[in-house]
C-alpha cells in the first residue's frame, strides 16, 4: 500500500488470512480486520501514515489472537502465598482433575441411587468418606456442601438460629479478604449476634451469661488471617461445648480453613482439624474445600445428623448447593486422604508446603542464569532466603523458609524499573506473579516445581523488559 492509495475493502483483506480465519474462524477475524482498519483510518485522520500491508495483516493477527485467548488464563503464582486466593486457591491433585473431566464428559449418577434405581441425594456422594475421615466413621456424623465456608456459615446460622440469638466473641468478629465479616452473615442469615468477652480476653464466664431463652447457638470462629498476642484468653472448645450442651444448645465451629491431616505430623505449624473440633464436642464444623484441604472451592459441613439434616432442609441449601464437577473433584481430593503415606506428594497443596528447601534451591541455582541472562546487564539476578505464607487465613503469622530470586535494577531510583520489571514477567504467555519489596522484584521459587521448570523457562526468550 502506498500512502496515496486508501485503505484497502474488509473482503480483499480476508481473502489474505486463510490461515487465520481457519483457527479463528470469519465471524471473529472479521471483526478484528474491521477493528484495524478503522484505527489505521483514525490514525491517518490524525496525521500517521497509511499503515503497510505486512504490518496491517501483523496487527489483525495479533488483535484475533489476544480475542480469542480465554480470560481465564493459567499463570505462576511466584507470589510465596501458596493458597493464593486471587490466583485461585488449591491446586488440585490429578486425581480429582480426572474425576472432574469424566463428572463433565458424561452422565453420571450425581441424584441417583444406582442400588436400588431410586433418586438419590448428591451429599451422599461425600457424607460417608467425611464421616470416615473426622469421626472414625461414626454413623451419626453427616455431611452437606455448599459453594464455598462463607455459604456454609450463611446456610447454618440461617437454618439452626434464624430469628434467635448466636453468641460469638468479641475476639472472632473477624473479616476475611474483605467480603466475609462475621457480623454481616449473621445479618444476612437473620440471626442476632450476641457478642461476648472483649477483643482480646474472653472466659468462660461469658458465654455461660450470654445464655437467654433467645439463644439458638453458640459459635467459635477460627480467628483467620490475623492473630491477638500478649494479654489474651480465648475459652478452649471443649469448655464452650460444655457450656452449649448445659444448656440443650448446639456449638458450631467455623474452622474457616481446616485440613483433615495432621500439619505436626509433616514439619509444618498445627492447624486446628474439624476431627479435633468434633472430639472437642463441636456440634457442626464449617470449613473451605480449597483452603488447607487442598480440594475445589466449597463450604464443607459436618457434624451431627440431626443437625445436618435440619440444615439440608432450609431453602437456602438449594441455593447454595454444588455442581458435580466440584463433588467429583471433592471425592477424589477426600479419598486421597485415606492413604496419608502417600498424601504429601499427591496433594499439590500439601506437597507445595512441604517442598524440601534442599529442592527450591535446585530449582534456583538452575534458573538464576537463565533470568540473568534474560534481562540483561541493567539488574543484578540473586538468589536469597524468604519467607513463604500458607496463606488464605491459614496459619496467619506462621512462615515457611523458601527462596527467592531478587531481580534488583542497578538504577539508582529503580522504582519505575521494578514496576517495568513486574509488568514484563506479567506479560509472559504464561504470566508470571512476583511482588516487588526493598527495591527488587521477588520471585518465591516454592510453587515452580520441577515439573513446570521447563514451562517457565522456554518463555523467557519473550521477555520484554
Ligand atoms: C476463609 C474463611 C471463610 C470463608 O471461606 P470461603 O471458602 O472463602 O467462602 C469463613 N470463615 C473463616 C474463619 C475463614 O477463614
Redesign the pocket.
Known amino acids: 500500500m502506498n500512502p496515496n492509495q486508501r485503505l484497502p475493502a474488509v473482503d480483499r483483506v480476508l481473502q489474505q488470512l486463510p490461515a487465520l480465519i481457519e483457527t479463528h474462524g470469519r465471524q471473529l477475524v472479521t471483526g478484528c480486520v474491521r477493528a484495524e482498519l478503522a484505527a489505521a483510518r483514525e490514525g491517518i485522520k490524525h496525521g500517521l501514515p497509511l499503515p503497510d500491508e505486512a504490518a496491517l495483516l501483523a496487527a489483525i493477527g495479533r488483535r484475533a489472537d489476544a480475542s480469542a485467548r480465554a480470560n481465564l488464563r493459567p499463570v505462576f503464582n511466584l507470589t510465596g502465598t501458596v493458597l493464593h486466593t486471587n490466583l485461585g486457591r488449591a491446586q488440585l491433585a490429578e486425581e480429582a482433575i480426572a474425576a472432574m473431566v469424566d463428572a463433565a464428559r458424561s452422565p453420571c449418577a450425581l441424584e441417583y441411587d444406582l442400588a436400588s434405581g431410586g433418586r438419590g441425594d448428591r451429599d451422599d456422594l461425600v457424607s460417608g468418606l467425611l464421616s470416615e475421615l473426622v469421626a472414625g466413621g461414626d454413623p451419626n456424623i453427616a455431611a452437606t456442601i455448599v459453594n ?4 456454609a ?1 450463611l446456610l447454618t446460622l440461617n437454618a439452626l438460629a434464624q430469628g434467635k440469638e448466636a453468641v460469638v466473641s468479641r475476639g472472632e468478629l ?1 473479616e ?1 479478604g474483605g467480603a ?1 465479616r462475621v457480623p454481616d452473615v449473621m445479618r444476612r442469615a437473620q440471626v442476632k449476634l450476641f457478642e461476648i468477652g472483649t477483643t482480646n480476653r474472653t472466659h468462660d464466664k461469658d458465654y455461660a451469661e450470654a445464655i437467654g431463652p433467645k439463644t439458638a447457638l453458640l459459635m467459635k ?2 480467628t ?1 488471617n490475623y492473630a491477638v498476642v500478649g494479654f489474651t484468653k480465648v475459652v478452649d472448645e471443649k469448655a464452650i461445648a460444655d457450656i452449649a450442651h448445659a444448656a440443650g444448645l448446639p456449638f458450631v465451629v ?4 481446616g485440613t483433615l491431616t495432621d500439619f505436626a505430623a509433616y514439619g509444618l505449624p498445627a492447624e486446628p482439624t474439624p476431627q479435633q473440633a468434633l472430639a472437642a464436642g463441636a456440634d457442626i464444623v464449617t470449613f ?1 474445600g ?2 488447607l484441604l487442598g480440594g475445589p ?1 466449597a ?1 464443607l459441613i459436618v457434624g451431627r445428623k440431626d443437625l445436618i439434616a435440619k440444615i439440608k432442609k432450609n431453602p437456602l441449601k438449594r441455593a447454595l448447593r454444588v455442581g458435580k464437577t466440584t463433588l467429583a473433584a471433592l471425592e477424589a481430593t477426600l479419598r486421597l486422604y485415606r492413604d496419608p503415606d502417600r498424601l504429601s506428594q499427591r496433594l499439590p497443596t500439601l506437597r507445595l508446603l512441604t517442598r524440601p528447601l534442599a529442592d527450591i534451591e535446585t530449582t534456583g541455582q538452575r534458573l538464576l542464569p537463565l533470568i540473568q541472562a534474560a534481562l540483561g546487564a541493567t539488574v543484578v539476578v540473586s538468589l536469597a532466603p524468604c519467607s513463604s505464607q500458607i496463606g ?2 491459614a496459619l496467619p503469622v506462621e512462615r515457611l523458609p523458601s527462596l527467592a530470586l531478587l531481580c534488583r535494577p542497578t538504577a539508582k531510583k529503580p522504582g519505575k524499573a521494578l514496576l517495568a520489571l513486574e509488568a514484563a514477567f506479567r506479560g509472559l504467555p504464561v504470566p508470571v506473579i512476583g511482588h516487588i519489596r526493598d527495591d527488587a522484584y521477588h520471585l518465591d521459587l516454592r510453587c515452580l516445581e520441577a515439573g513446570d521448570e521447563a514451562r517457565f523457562t522456554e518463555q523467557l526468550a519473550h521477555l520484554k523488559f
Do not use: M
Request: no cysteine.
Open positions: 464455598n465456608n462463607a455459604a456459615v473477624v476475611i466475609f470462629v477460627h483467620s467455623d474452622l474457616g480453613s473451605s480449597d483452603k472451592q463450604g488464605s487465613g
